[in-house]
C-alpha cells in the first residue's frame, strides 16, 4: 500500500482528499461526487517497484467538466512521484468503451502540467477483438532504472501488439 502526505496533497488540492478505510485516496467534489483514486502493485518493469494507477468515480451519475478533479488527482500524483522513485502504469478501462477518450484525457492533463525534462512518457495501444487497450507509463527521469524500464515496458507493448504470447 501506498502511502502519502495527505498535507502535501491538500497544500495542493482544491479537493479535501483523506485515506478510505483500506488505504485508498478518496474525495468529493463541489457536487457530492465521489472519486477513489488507488496505486495497485504490479510486476515490477526493469526490476523498478510498478504501480498501476486507478481513478475510480464510485457515484453513478453523470457530472458536468470539472477542473478541480484533473487538479486533485495531479496533486495526488505529484506527492507519489515526489516520495517515490516508483513507475506509475496508467491502463484505460473498457468497461463503457471511452476507453481512448479516457486515455487522452489523463495524458492531456500530465502533459500540461509535468515539466517534460521531469518525466519521462511512454503509450502502447491495441485492438483486441474489437475493444481498444491503452497503457502508458510515467517515470521520472531521476530515476536510476529510467532506461531499464522504457525497454522492459516498450518490450512487453511490442508483444502485446504484435499479438505475441
Partial sequence: MIRLSLEEINAQSPYEVSYAPNGDFVFATSLNIHYLVSFEEEEPLGGCETFQFVIQKLDNQRSPHDAKIEQAILAILEVFFK???????????????????????????????AAPERFTIRTASTVIEGKGFYAAIIIENR???????????????????????
Fill in 83 to 113: 516520495e517515490y522513485l516508483n513507475v506509475m502504469l496508467y491502463l484505460c478501462d473498457d468497461s463503457d468503451g471511452r476507453e481512448a477518450n479516457r486515455n487522452r484525457l489523463f495524458l492531456n492533463w500530465f502533459k500540461k502540467r
Fill in 143 to 165: 530515476n536510476p532504472k529510467l532506461q531499464a524500464v522504457i525497454d522492459d515496458f516498450e518490450q512487453t507493448a511490442e508483444a502485446l501488439t504484435n499479438g505475441k504470447p
